[in-house]
């Protein structure tokens, strides 16, 4: 079949018809997406779903492209700017005695208690060694194993999660409708 | 960069269908007395191309079923238009795929709506599950990029989770979820219709199943009539947009509705009787698009464009821009679009008001395509006892994470 040549006034398609107030569609959809701030929210999990380790972040859609896009461009800046700064204060003489004008008192060195050269935290000062000695060492808190498995809590499928789906079991005859 | 506005028309190519689903909405059996013949669908397809619509998905029925299916899709994709199939996927062999590939048919959708035991009493007919996945294997084999669809009903809502293990290992790409709603058969079954304070026990779900596909880069397609904007919306749209929420009715706006017989709807799903706009043998689809059952969401924005809420719709914060949440849903309920009781916020606002809404049947469908009955709606406490007599009661205790979680089949019987 050959289509027919459209004359002038068929040639605009009147699909997708057009609305009538796109600016005020635009309006309460900004509304409905205020209001949507406030009343969305990430919902516990449902009994026997499992945590969520991925998916976009709770009550947010995923990000865009153009998101995506900035964010690597603000980190790229930040790392520049950074850079930059390094460069500059760098080349900066240190602050000297002078500084003193800002108040304060000038650095004192750190208190020396006989640290090892290794470092670590100070080593507690002595105490009573002979009481410590003497008591009895607290009885290890006794672990109870692991609760057993609740079998009757239904969980997500472990194909979800990657690996073939494990397959049905072998069909049982369905009940056929009269 | 101005965003590409897709527009789709999903058309019935026949309504003769290879299965009995309990909750098909067109009642979909034997092929429709006067459906469009080669001539006059080729015809159509150049009037879409024309008026703007850039994807055309073929259902049915089963659109392959038809024997000129494939010319159809071949034209379509002649026209410069995408076309992708919705099927059901009993028996679509390597062939019929090589086919549909050779037809330049890019994506195929296959309902599954739950596990082995759950589809196959759904879908009416035993050993349809495993067609389903002997379908999307040939099809993926041909190179056809496949997806799943899924109603949600209180007999599949527990199947979530292993629906989703079954067709993410299958291969597929996309999954969109719908709720069943009372029209065609499903209004014949209301005990398998979700209550609305059900809601507040599946919504957490589909936040969890939302997060599985994000990771899994499964694309989460919430359908139309699941929402509307409760805690979890921008999460749950998130894969059709940066903070993509939900506008409201778009029938008649970028979406299109065709009935085998060349009926026009705004939206495939609509009650015919109600929002046929004309039939493409008597009327051309641009005049057809023009008519008011097919520009009654263009006035969106405007206070006209939300003159048609009642009920608890009319009172909400997201009124004018939510409009009522999805059309059909609202209407197959009451008759009436405008006031949607399938909608998470309001559940919730219920919740914390210590209420619930219970929907009861009081008038029944009439028994043809795309019909539905009339129910009444009950605000009630929310700790009211259920009835004994509601053993489908849908809660999370029910959701089957595991396969080695208690099968529910013992409360299929009921359905017989």
Known sequence: MTPKEPDSSESIPPLPRPLDDANEIRRLREEARRNLDAEERYPAAVDGGLPMGAGPPRGAEPPSRRGILKRILIVIFGLIAAGLAALFYGTRPGPGPGNVIYGGPPPQPAPDHGNPVYGGPVPPPPGPEDERKKRKPSPRKRVAPNAPLDHGQPRPPAAVYGGPAPRPQPPTPPETPQ | MKPLRY????????????LGCVHCGSRAATARTEELNTEEALDLVRQMAECGVTEVTLIGGEAYLRPDWLTVARAIRDHGMNCTVTTGGY???????????????????????????????????????????????????????????????????????????????????????????????????????????????????????????????????????????????RHLRSMQGNGAIWEGCQAGMNTLGIEANGVIKGCPSLPTAAYTGGNIRETAL?????????????????????????????????????????????????????????????????????LRERLTLETPASGEPFDHGKFAI??????????????????????????????????????N
């Not at chain 2, 527009?7 to 290879?18: G, I, S």
């Not at chain 2, 549909?100 to 879908?123: K, Y």
């Not at chain 2, 507040?200 to 904007?229: C, Q, V």
């Not at chain 2, 849903?329 to 949607?340: E, P, Y």
């Open chain 2, 286 to 354: 641009r005049e057809i698009l023009s008519t008011a059952e097919l520009s009654f969401n263009a006035r969106q924005g405007t206070p006209a464009g939300a003159a048609h809420l009642w009920g608890f719709c009319g009172t909400c914060r997201y009124a004018q821009l939510c409009r009522g949440g999805c059309s059909w849903t609202a209407h197959v309920f009451f008759g009436q679009r405008g006031n949607n009781p399938y909608c998470h916020h309001r559940a919730l606002v219920h919740q914390k008001q210590g």
């Open chain 2, 7 to 18: 527009v789709y028309a999903v058309w019935e190519l026949t309504l003769q269908c290879n």
């Open chain 2, 91 to 233: 028996g679509i062999s390597a062939a019929t795929a090589a086919g549909m590939a050779e037809a330049g048919i890019q994506q195929v959708s296959i309902s599954i709506d739950g596990t082995r035991e759950t589809h196959d009493l759904l879908r009416g007919k035993p050993g349809s599950w495993d067609a389903c996945f002997r379908s999307l294997a040939n099809l993926r084999q041909a190179g056809i990029a496949i997806s799943c669809n899924s109603q949600i009903n209180r007999l599949s809502a527990p199947d979530l989770p292993l629906i989703y293990a079954d067709i993410l290992a299958a291969g597929c790409r996309a999954w969109q979820l719908a709720l069943t709603v009372p029209m065609g058969r499903a209004a014949d079954r209301p005990e398998i219709l979700l209550q609305p304070s059900e809601l507040l026990d599946l919504f957490p779900t589909l936040n969890e199943l939302a997060t599985w596909a994000y990771r899994d880069g499964l694309l989460f397609y919430p359908g139309n009539n699941i929402g509307y904007y409760g805690p979890y919306e």
């Open chain 2, 378 to 415: 009950t605000l009630e406490p929310l700790d009211a006892p259920w009835s004994e007599f509601d053993p489908l009661h849908f809660t999370a205790e029910r959701i089957q994470w595991s396969r080695s979680a208690a099968s529910t089949s013992n409360l299929f019987p009921i359905l």
